[in-house]
């Protein structure tokens, strides 16, 4: 994070590399696909081994993606939500202005397939949707999204063995119990369960037995130890953590720098709400990390990125309102 605050002194200034970071993105999401680098674990291939060293360089694209999209919605944001197309008596926005939605589409599902990654697809997915709803304030593009995501759900469902067996387990946790890593799903929530209002304090449960506890399963450990009490303190701080970033967003100067701050903010709210509803069973488990809670060094390097990043947007913010304000003062002096 201090790295991140001496490197970076302008986020504004990031926008002149819009295809730069794109670039760099899809780079870092092809790493895990060559040979002699990527590593598969539990069926996904999301992680690259330099010797001794692993890491996810998906968690490092979703930054520049979140940077990339920014751009993006902030170069074309009138010819995306002004309607210049007639279609009998209603103007309409042009169909070719939707590409970039199919597109967010296409790349989600294609991940899915190589990769086998489901959370970074729906992140990718979710990410792109809400960014292209703030810029152009458009309902008809959410629901769209929405009828693209229902779309591609149901043929991954039906044709990828992983979402099948992510569906499976989602539906009925219990009869999968004693195969393989398909049991943690119903062994967290025995640890919820086992927590009641209160918790059974720091370290007095029994959640170690659930596989992967301290990455994927960390939010059922805290529902043990916690409580019910503890998990609505995490949701408060994470609604917190979201409200401030939207604040920061709001009180920026240039519509890039306000969508950046909009995408870094989603990116943590999104990823902590996919996995929370994953383990609670809202929705299907995906295996992505809880942010700043869970085990995983590639995904608390790239939170504290974020974290950063926003700070030195904060910080700007600051800067222009004070400079706006001394601006305003000798205005009126003279």
Do not use: C
């Not at 926005?93 to 899915?112: D, H, K, N, Q």
């Not at 529902?223 to 019910?228: S, Y």
């Amino acid at each position: 994070m201090i790295a991140t605050l001496k490197v970076v002194r302008h986020v504004k200034d990031l926008d002149r590399y819009r295809y730069l970071t794109l670039a760099s993105a899809v780079v870092l999401l092809l790493l895990p696909l060559v040979p002699g680098l990527g590593v598969s674990i539990y069926g996904a291939r999301l992680w690259v081994a330099l010797g001794p060293i692993s890491f996810q360089p998906v968690e490092i694209a979703k930054i520049l993606l979140a940077f990339f999209f920014a751009s993006y919605f902030a170069a074309n944001r009138e010819l995306l939500s002004t309607p210049t197309q007639r279609l009998g008596r209603r103007l309409i926005v042009p169909p070719r202005t939707l590409l970039p939605i199919l597109v967010a589409w296409i790349a989600a599902m294609g991940i899915l397939a190589v990769e086998n990654d489901i959370g970074f697809a729906l992140l990718l997915f979710a990410l792109f949707l809400a960014l292209l709803w703030v810029a152009t304030g458009l309902k008809t593009y959410v629901v769209l999204g929405l009828a693209l995501f229902a779309g591609g759900s149901l043929l991954a469902a039906n044709f990828f063995p992983q979402v099948q067996a992510r569906v499976s387990l989602w539906l009925d946790p219990w009869s999968a119990a004693n195969f393989n890593f398909s049991h943690q799903l119903a062994y967290g929530w025995y640890s919820l369960a086992a927590g009641g209002v209160a918790g059974t304090g720091l370290g007095l449960g029994q959640s170690g037995t659930v596989p992967d506890i301290t990455s994927d399963m960390i939010f059922a450990a805290v529902g043990e130890e916690l409580g019910l009490l503890g998990v609505l303190l995490v949701l408060a701080l994470f609604a917190l953590f979201v409200g401030e970033g939207f604040r920061i967003a709001q009180r920026a100067h240039s519509d890039y720098v306000r969508l950046a701050a909009v995408a870094l903010t989603a990116t943590v709210g999104i990823q902590a709400f996919v996995i929370m509803a994953g383990i609670v069973r809202l929705l299907p488990f995906t295996g992505i990390t809880l942010p700043f809670m869970a085990y995983g060094g590639s995904s608390l390097v790239a939170n504290y990125f974020i974290v950063a990043l926003l700070l030195r947007i904060s910080d700007e913010n600051n800067i222009e309102r004070r400079g706006g304000e001394v601006h305003a003062i000798v205005f009126t002096h003279d």
